[in-house]
């Protein structure tokens, strides 16, 4: 038979450096055999993390994804195989409408070289109603004190006075000397 390569390590060993070891055979009696043992790496596996996008309304809180992975081998899971994850985003809380990039990191894994995915936080404008309130007025008299507008939806603490409304004033088309009617 001829020698064999042996080592300790096998398909589920963790990254590190093996020793490869001969088991001698039987060799013709020509030679005078000289083994050299040698050294079996094995290297990080590449472990590919997803964040899905996500979109949220205006003022709503922000809720972090769950990442998912491609990639894990030997029954490894997130709990077993990464030391710890961080997801976060690189906003403010009530940051306005915009798109925002999700930013994760694994600060280290002994087998898995991370492939981070780019994601997004897409946040999109709420609903802001803005009503007039229904008014009457005596024919003949002055239309220059409408009622004020109703406004519902405000997020976070956004008021009237913390945007511009201009020129959503109250606004009709009837004047004093308009006829008896809706407007």
Do not use: C
Request: aromatic residues 8%; hydrophobic residues 40%; proline residues 7%.
């Amino acid at each position: 038979t001829l020698p064999n390569v042996v080592t300790a390590a096998s398909n589920t060993s963790p990254v590190g450096l093996y020793p490869l070891d001969i088991m001698p055979g039987i060799i013709n009696n020509n030679y005078i055999v000289q083994y050299d043992s040698g050294m079996l790496a094995i290297n990080k596996r590449s472990l590919q993390m997803h964040i899905n996008d996500t979109t949220i309304e205006y003022g709503q809180p922000i809720v972090v994804p769950q990442p998912s992975y491609v990639g894990f081998v030997n029954g490894d899971t997130m709990s077993n195989a990464l030391d710890s994850l961080s997801v976060s985003y690189v906003l403010n809380p009530g940051v306005n409408v915009g798109q925002y990039q999700i930013v994760s990191t694994i600060t280290t894994s002994n087998n898995y070289s991370i492939i981070y995915d780019t994601a997004f936080l897409n946040i999109i404008p709420a609903p802001l109603i803005i009503s007039a309130i229904h008014d009457t007025t005596i024919y003949g008299d002055s239309i220059n004190s409408l009622k004020p507008l109703n406004i519902t939806g405000w997020k976070l603490l956004d008021n009237v006075d913390s945007i511009s409304l201009l020129p959503f004033l109250p606004y009709t088309t009837a004047t004093k000397d308009s006829s008896v009617g809706n407007y």
